[in-house]
């Protein structure tokens, strides 16, 4: 390995970087944010405390000089923050940058937004949709947005042509797990890649419990029985959703098992908060500021801290969750994003 590349004490690169940049969000998704929580009560970041895009840059680039290529926008919903589209295009600037993607609700997402993200050089959209019958999805996000709503950002994203549109489905039992097969219905043949999602236990506010897990074998023997699906090939160590094609041709969809099959051994991946703190697991419970070496200007101060916290990193929360108290405080996945 490179000297340059950072390693953690498992040997695992980072390779993949996820960025907030913001904390707000225009749905209340009862797994996410749910309304009991992230009411009007709610204390939301000031503007003020946000990363500026140049301070994202630089992590960006610190970390890029590490190994990353991939890096992810998240919120929130990150179609919030306003000029988005100058932070896209410094980022694609970036040497060793070659996968820049977005994961949205697409409830915001127009022909002419769509259009604008993908000139400034976003190439990848994840789109979260986690029912096709409105009542379930009115339920899932709770502010009463429409399923088309969605499809129409959607469509406007494949006219956009990026490189791919992945939709993201939130399996939780008992909410929405009847909508499995009208989503592999919908998007199959498509040209769409649908990837179904076990219910996690992240943040605190979700009222996790392992009863409400649809395990991706649930998920994949019940797709298969309707529209058989056989195992498809990984694209690469580490990628996140097992892959599964259609036995007929139509595409392929993904099954991401935090819970039931953990992908630790794998994991490159940070999260750098909108406040400018990286998490080095999406289940941790506090972050490494990074504000110090930020404020310094000095690209590689940033490069030293972020190598730093990277090589001491241990976590393999998935792996240990049975040994582990899960109701110890965790991160808020709408504050580093998914």
Same mark, same amino acid.
């Given at each position: ?8 004490r ?7 970087l996820?960025?907030?940049v ?8 009862v ?7 992230f009411?009007?009560?709610y ?7 946000l990363?500026?895009?140049?301070e ?10 590490l190994?990353?290529t ?9 179609l ?14 970036v040497?060793?940058?070659?996968d820049?993607?977005?994961?949205t ?10 259009r ?5 050089g976003?190439?990848r959209?994840?789109?979260s949709l986690d ?5 379930t ?6 502010v009463?947005?429409?399923v088309q ?5 959607i469509d ?6 990026f ?17 499995i097969?009208p ?8 040209g769409?890649?649908l990837r179904f999602i #076990? ?5 605190? @506010?979700?009222a996790? $419990?392992?009863?409400?897990? +649809?395990t991706? *074998?649930e998920?994949a023997?019940?797709?298969n029985?309707n529209?058989?699906i056989?195992?498809?090939k990984?694209n690469?160590r580490g ?7 259609y036995?007929?041709g ?9 819970v039931?099959d953990?992908?630790c051994?794998d994991?490159s ?7 400018g703190?990286i ?5 941790a419970s506090?972050?490494?500021d ?6 310094s200007?000095?690209?590689?101060a940033?490069? #030293?801290a972020?190598?730093?916290?990277? @090589?001491i990193?241990? $976590?393999?929360?998935?792996? +240990?969750?049975? *040994?582990?108290s899960?109701i110890?405080p965790k991160?808020?996945?709408s504050f580093?994003?998914?």
């Amino acid at each position: 390995m490179s000297p340059n590349v950072a390693s953690d004490r498992f040997d695992r690169p980072l390779k993949d970087l996820r960025v907030s940049v913001t904390d707000r969000c225009n749905f209340r998704c009862v797994y996410c944010m749910p309304k009991e929580v992230f009411n009007k009560n709610y204390t939301f970041l000031p503007k003020a405390e946000l990363l500026s895009f140049e301070e994202i840059e630089r992590v960006v680039r610190a970390g890029a000089d590490l190994g990353v290529t991939k890096i992810r926008l998240t919120g929130g919903e990150p179609l919030i923050r306003r000029d988005l589209e100058v932070l896209i295009s410094q980022i694609r600037a970036v040497p060793g940058i070659t996968d820049l993607s977005m994961t949205t609700n697409a409830s915001l997402l127009t022909r002419n937004r769509a259009r604008s993200l993908r000139d400034a050089g976003l190439q990848r959209l994840n789109v979260s949709l986690d029912a096709m019958d409105d009542d379930t999805f009115k339920a899932v996000n709770d502010v009463d947005v429409t399923v088309q709503t969605v499809l129409d950002g959607i469509d406007h994203a494949a006219q956009a042509n990026f490189e791919s549109v992945k939709i993201n489905m939130v399996v939780k039992k008992g909410l929405n797990d009847h909508s499995i097969l009208p989503m592999a219905r919908f998007f199959h043949g498509t040209g769409h890649i649908l990837r179904f999602i #076990e219910f996690m236990d992240v943040g605190n @506010s979700n009222a996790w $419990d392992l009863s409400h897990v +649809t395990t991706s *074998q649930e998920i994949a023997d019940l797709i298969n029985a309707n529209l058989p699906i056989r195992p498809a090939k990984a694209n690469y160590r580490g990628e996140v959703a097992k892959r599964w094609e259609y036995c007929d041709g139509g595409g392929e969809i993904g099954i991401i098992s935090s819970v039931s099959d953990p992908f630790c051994g794998d994991c490159s991946r940070a999260r750098l908060s909108a406040t400018g703190s990286i998490y080095t697991c999406l289940f941790a419970s506090s972050g490494y500021d990074m504000r110090p070496a930020l404020r310094s200007g000095d690209v590689n101060a940033v490069r #030293e801290a972020l190598n730093r916290l990277w @090589s001491i990193r241990g $976590d393999r929360y998935s792996e +240990t969750r049975t *040994q582990v108290s899960i109701i110890r405080p965790k991160v808020e996945m709408s504050f580093i994003g998914g």
